[in-house]
């Protein structure tokens, strides 16, 4: 404990660099044309740009990883409160088919693929839960429970970012050649598009009807975090043949669908909850700044670009495949 406490100032000095760089990203978010990338995404390229030009001192990053870290856990607790579980039942069965059927699909397609062609089964698996689940959000809730390395996290959300950036303006642009009506559309953008900033920014193109269903068929699928990523863990804790003792529980996912019982059951009051979600947006804006942080400038180089055709493959199959189902359900 004392050891714990003698290392709180070391921990503040990284801490604060990753604030900066969250509440600039905060700012830049609310901004055209960064609007459509959304501030976590926006965090993690501010990370990896204040380590290549700037650089960060070593005394840095205890902290830096103490926010990608323990700080990201920490964000995707206060993120639930913004679920109300209520929403997805009155959404229907219908939307709730299309983004679980979807999801698992896309998961599915982009891991067995990327399997055959032979690429690292953690990259494969992290960039099938961002383009699947819920983007920078699902990689980060996902990869500590399968061990990932810092390199390979930051890598996965950086080819998700840059997929679901053009995906989100290529809706907006087709929105009038595709012959839905705004709910349609809605349903579309939140069961389809990667992080909610993507899902809300597509939305957009079809007024608030269409904005209102994106974010409740996209926080539909965040909640469909909670069972991945209890099945991802009871799989690689197998594959690893620890105990059940051992087994990787992801128990912030717990915290997670804690406070969305609360908020669905008004046990946090609407100015509590509003401040629980601002605050998870800075916790994670923070932790994906650390991640981007740590990343050596010149690892992207290294990345096989078949990662990058395999998760737009992936990205593609599920917007083709959600548009069959509502015109088919819908």
């Given at each position: 404990m004392k050891k714990f406490i003698s290392s709180i100032p070391m921990l503040l000095y990284g801490v604060i660099f990753t604030f900066i760089a969250a509440v600039l990203s905060s700012a830049l978010a609310e901004t055209a044309p960064f609007s459509a990338m959304g501030a976590l995404v926006i965090a993690i390229?501010?990370?990896?740009?204040?380590?290549?030009?700037?650089?960060?001192?070593?005394?840095?990053?205890?902290?830096?990883?103490?926010?990608?870290?323990?700080?990201?856990?920490?964000?995707?607790?206060?993120?639930?409160a913004r679920l109300h579980l209520g929403d997805i039942y009155d959404a229907g069965f219908n939307a709730f088919f299309i983004a679980a059927s979807g999801l698992l699909i896309t998961l599915l397609f982009i891991y067995f693929a990327a399997a055959a062609l032979r690429i690292d089964k953690t990259l494969s698996l992290l960039t099938a839960c961002g383009t699947?689940?819920?983007?920078?959000?699902?990689?980060?809730?996902?990869?500590p429970i399968v061990k990932a390395e810092q390199k390979t996290t930051t890598a996965s959300i950086a080819i998700i970012a840059l997929i679901g950036t053009v995906f989100s303006v290529s809706y907006t642009l087709l929105f009038p050649f595709l012959g839905m009506n705004a709910y349609e559309y809605g349903i579309l953008s939140g069961g389809t598009l990667h992080e909610i900033a993507h899902a809300v920014a597509a939305s957009e193109a079809g007024g608030a009807v269409s904005e209102n269903n994106a974010l409740v068929i996209k926080l539909t699928r965040v909640a469909l975090l909670i069972p991945a990523a209890l099945v991802i863990a009871l799989l690689h804790g197998r594959k690893e043949?620890?105990?059940?003792?051992?087994?990787?529980?992801?128990?912030?996912?717990?915290?997670?669908?804690?406070?969305?019982?609360?908020?669905?059951?008004?046990?946090?009051?609407?100015?509590?909850?509003?401040?629980?979600?601002?605050?998870?947006?800075?916790?994670?804006?923070?932790?994906?700044?650390?991640?981007?942080?740590?990343?050596?400038?010149?690892?992207?180089?290294?990345?096989?670009?078949?990662?990058?055709?395999?998760?737009?493959?992936?990205?593609?199959?599920?917007?083709?495949?959600?548009?069959?189902?509502?015109?088919?359900?819908?």
């Open positions: 390229l501010v990370g990896i740009l204040w380590r290549t030009t700037a650089g960060i001192p070593e005394r840095a990053l205890p902290g830096i990883t103490f926010s990608s870290r323990f700080l990201l856990r920490l964000g995707i607790i206060f993120l639930g699947a689940i819920c983007g920078a959000s699902a990689i980060a809730a996902i990869a043949k620890e105990s059940l003792r051992k087994l990787p529980v992801p128990w912030f996912i717990f915290g997670f669908l804690a406070m969305s019982l609360a908020n669905t059951f008004h046990l946090l009051s609407a100015s509590t909850a509003a401040f629980m979600v601002s605050a998870s947006y800075i916790l994670l804006g923070m932790a994906m700044a650390g991640l981007g942080m740590q990343m050596p400038a010149a690892f992207f180089k290294t990345v096989n670009l078949k990662i990058f055709i395999v998760a737009v493959s992936g990205s593609l199959l599920l917007s083709f495949f959600g548009y069959f189902l509502i015109e088919v359900l819908l």
